[in-house]
């Protein structure tokens, strides 16, 4: 079986992801994120006739493999999903997390294959987008292909900041860094900016920004410690975020 195929779950999963494929993108709460707002409704209703929505994703599972074909990109319709890359050695290098509202896919268009493997952190619901059909769409729709050349330039950005981060920064920088990317990320889909769930482990974590699991636990225990944070399991409370900025900033 194909490894890519969006398989089945239970009921229960289905629900607990939000998974309805009749809700189309006028009507989805994270369209102001992934699609460009200045789409009037008879071009959003061009684009959603092209999306493919299947089955819920499974823990685990991968939406595409490293050296797969490209022939779609993808929206994160809810849960979460990492990319990673197999080094040389045959090791994973973690390389970004998509949630909610986010586009990811988008590293397979130089090469027509993926870079990167990508596969759901938690049981989550994907919308297929096609990229043959949202070439054509794009050329009747410039709005629609500025939106898409947005979204690459800052997958570069991202890139070049988690060099930085990981060339330059302490284990709390690099730590607290990621913490308020996800916060800036949850007051895009208008959840709290100050209460974040981490949908990723620590082993994960830790392989994004190099560094060991025990050193990011360390790391958060001692922020809890100076009052900066409160963590319960995966459920992080930002109580001090100018105080985290300012320790990012100065690295």
Do not use: W
């Not at 209703?45 to 779609?72: M, S, T, W």
């Not at 990319?83 to 130089?110: H, S, W």
């Not at 100018?242 to 900033?249: D, I, K, M, R, Y």
């Amino acid at each position: 079986m194909d490894s890519r195929i969006i398989r089945p779950v239970a009921e229960r999963d289905t629900a607990a992801c939000g998974y309805n494929p009749s809700i189309r993108c006028g009507d989805c709460r994270l369209s102001g994120i992934c699609l460009p707002l200045a789409l009037e409704t008879g071009d959003i209703d061009q684009l959603d006739n092209i999306i493919q929505r299947g089955r819920p994703l499974q823990r685990n599972a991968h939406l595409y493999r490293e050296g797969d074909a490209f022939k779609a990109v993808y929206a994160v319709r809810s849960g979460a999903l990492k990319a990673y890359r197999t080094t040389d050695a045959g090791r994973e290098q973690v390389t970004g997390f998509y949630l909610p509202g986010e586009i990811l896919g988008l590293d397979g268009i130089a090469d027509e294959r993926h870079g990167s493997s990508a596969v759901a952190l938690e049981t989550s619901a994907i919308c297929e987008i096609p990229f043959e059909a949202l070439e054509k769409l794009s050329i009747a729709m410039p709005r629609l292909q500025r939106h898409f050349l947005q979204l690459m330039s800052r997958e570069i950005s991202d890139d070049q900041q988690l060099i930085t981060l990981l060339g330059k920064n302490t284990a709390a920088q690099r730590v607290i860094a990621l913490l308020l990317s996800l916060s800036s990320r949850n007051a895009r889909q208008h959840l709290s900016a100050t209460r974040i769930r981490l949908p990723m482990s620590r082993t994960d974590i830790g392989n994004y920004l190099g560094l060991t699991v025990e050193t990011v636990s360390r790391t958060l225990t001692r922020l809890q410690r100076d009052g900066l944070l409160r963590v319960d399991s995966r459920e992080v409370e930002l109580l001090d975020a100018t105080a985290l900025a300012e320790l990012v900033n100065d690295g």
